[in-house]
């Protein structure tokens, strides 16, 4: 059928819906879990908790947030050439859904190593495929796709804000294993959806696998498995041997790995005869953008581990007649973007063609989030604790440089990709999250030294960088030949 007939959702697809709702409880799922684990993390044992270090849990939270991303490669990789992306996107809420229903098991710390394992292969199937999907739905002169996307986004947010709530709720009323539970529930009623509105709605193409893997490449991705296999195993022995095998070791190689992956990619990008001239000097305008975003996520991606540190330190829970709760924290980032995108949508549209480059759309907003740590090293200075609101106003400052970058960004991946990498620029995106959170996992650890000079320091150097990429925009522009 023509995609533009079908206009069974808000004037949108049908298979828009089934892809909503999936992301929708898939991401209840992730930010429910992500909501409580860190307190899960540090929290004492005879509360229910696992009793490491706070530092220690706020790095591993960044190292799990990174890996998630990471194997967004191997998604891609599987949905291209293996499995197709419906089929994948279904194994990964599979493979999520165990994750969760590990950790709802009362096994401690090795239960929480097998749950990252599986959440982070489960989410590096589904995330970036089920996003190609909603691409996917339009043909090429479908104008409706941009909004298609941004309803899509809203999908994620509500799943995101609704899920700290619940899965805070139960968790306060039972335990920890109670709200993990209903992460596990929330990832199964994804998949309920995605099976049953998909087989209606889905087109039969996401079936069929783009560019099947031949034989030969088979047999030479098994050799490869095994040559890193091998790697790995020699790693482990060499750490064992020397007495070196310790979550903080493990931390820095993955952190390494997380900067080294995207850097591998671009030096690929520039070098590959299958990059015309025109492309390659747009991968270079892109690098500056790329690195600008990878400072960003790690920004916002801290509001779940440094933020939420300073909400159960530092900051007054009974405030104006209520009982906070630590998790409820967590729903004022997908809060700020459900309330600001009508906001931004307008603006867009009324701007048209007078509306600023995407280098100035993303130094913009680096200074608002550079603002939005700056704001909480102010009143971290006094004594005592803290108003919430401060939280709130901190939240809400780069929440709008969320929005002045992640859409904006999504779109100018997919017009700066060169051809011949067009499927996995995807992931590329993925992974200026995964290098940000990548680089928290070796940062987050000084927030315990000092928490104002932490907020400080690097609030004045996002600024910095900010500014550096405002005096360089004259020149990136050109760069982007005719991308805007
Ligand atoms: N908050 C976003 C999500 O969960 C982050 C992903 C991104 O890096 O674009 O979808
Ligand atoms: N803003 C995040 C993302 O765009 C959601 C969150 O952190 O809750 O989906």
Redesign the pocket.
Known sequence: MDSKQDKGFFGQPKGLRTLFLTEFWE?FS??GMRAILLLYMFDKTMNGGLGFPQATAASIMSIYGSLV?MSSVLGGFVSDRILGSRRTVFWGGVLIMFGHIVLALPFGAPALYVSILLITVGTGML?PNVSEMVGGLYSPEDTRRDAGFSIF?LG??FG?LLAPLAVGYVQGKYNYHAGFSLAAIGMFLGLIFYVLDGKRNLHEDSLKVPNPITDEERSSVIKYIGIGAVIVAVLVALMVFTHTLNISNVIWILSILGVLIPVIYFVIMLRSEKVTKVEKSRVRAYILLFIAAVIF?AI?EQGSSVLALVVANRTQLHFGGMNLQVPQFQML?PFFIVLYTPFFAWMWTKLGKKQPSSPTKFWLGLIFTGISFLVLALPLATPGKISPLWLVLSWALVMFGELLI?PVG?SVTTKLAPKAFGAQMMSM??L??AAGQAINAQIVKFYEVNDVMYFSVIGVLIIVFAIILALLTPKIKPLMKGVN
């Open positions: 991401r992730y930010y991303y995330k986004v994620i947010n995101s996520w916002e980032n992640s999504l995106w993925f200026a999250d």
